[in-house]
């Protein structure tokens, strides 16, 4: 019985979603000086890949595309995650596929 391989273009389904970004309210921010190893877990678990890490060591973040599903609050907690909650009203993100 021969397996069939399955791919999903991620990056197609999260450009039909729509962002509102409160510029002067990030809902996520991050401690100061946070911990390579907490950081690399966010790297590896954000499903919007809002977590990076370049080659050369420097990492970055970005809360303008997330998807608000919690996944970083859970995965690291309080140990990166200074501030975690919903976007003000009519802000973050309107899922307009699925």
Known sequence: ???????????????????EVDEANAHIELVEDPSDEEFDKLVMVCPAALYKREPDGT??????????CGTCRIACGDTI???????????????RFG
Do not use: H
Request: net charge negative; proline share 5%.
């Open 81 to 95: 995650i200074a501030r975690w909650e919903n976007p003000q009203p009519t802000m973050g993100v309107e899922y």
């Open 1 to 19: 019985m021969s397996m069939q391989q399955i791919t999903v273009n991620v990056d197609g389904y999260l450009a039909l979603n729509k962002y």
């Open 59 to 68: 990492t970055s973040f970005d809360y303008a595309g997330c998807l608000e």
